[in-house]
Structure formats: structure tokens, C-alpha cells
């Protein structure tokens, strides 16, 4: 659960490295749509999102999880894919490239 919050000078969690560990440890993810989150969990493929301060939203969103152990096991299968999205090997490829194109 990543129940995340906007700042009021409007920062928010970027992409948190918890949720990706999460994601790893196949973990059925409940997290607040701020910041880099929704695209990262691409847009609740991989975790279920909630609007962000909407306690009541989050607790439906972990009644639902809970009650549906068929829902749990496809965001973790489907989390656990895109948590390898983040793996060094891949993120150290896609930087090389990167640096070798400026």
C-alpha cells in the first residue's frame, strides 16, 4: 500500500523504489495515483490505484483486493513482469544507449 499524498508545493512520489520492490516481492500493490505511480503500475495494470487523501477510496480498494484472491495473483503475475521493466541490467542498457546518443 502506497498511500501517497501531493505536497503543497505540488511535489509528489516520482516513481518510489518501494513500489517496485514490492512489485518484485510479488506483493499485490494498493497505491495513490500521484506523481509517477499510475505509469509506473501502468495506469492500475499492476496494482490497483486510488485518488490520492480518499481514505474511503483506499479502503475499497483494499476490501476489493482482499476479497479476490484471482484479482491478487494477476497484479502480482502482471506487477512482477513490469518490476523487471527496472532490473540493472535492463535500466544499464537503456542509460548506455542513451548517453551514446548525446
Known amino acids: 500500500m502506497l498511500p501517497s499524498r501531493v ?3 505540488g511535489r509528489t512520489d516520482s516513481a518510489p523504489v518501494t ?3 514490492a ?3 510479488g ?3 494498493v497505491a495513490a495515483a500521484v506523481g ?3 505509469e509506473l503500475l501502468e ?3 499492476c496494482g490497483l490505484l486510488v485518488p490520492p487523501e480518499q481514505p474511503l477510496a483506499l479502503r475499497a480498494a483494499l476490501q476489493r483486493l482482499h476479497g479476490d484472491a484471482a484479482l491478487g495473483a494477476r497484479l502480482v503475475a ?3 513482469r513490469r518490476a523487471g521493466d527496472f532490473a540493472w541490467d535492463r535500466v ?3 542509460l548506455r544507449a542513451l548517453l551514446a546518443a548525446l
Open 7 to 9: 505536497l503543497p508545493d
Open 19 to 21: 513500489l517496485i520492490e
Open 23 to 25: 512489485l518484485l516481492a
Open 27 to 29: 506483493v499485490p500493490v
Open 36 to 38: 509517477g505511480v499510475a
Open 43 to 45: 495506469a492500475g495494470a
Open 78 to 80: 502482471a506487477g512482477r
Open 92 to 94: 544499464g542498457a537503456r
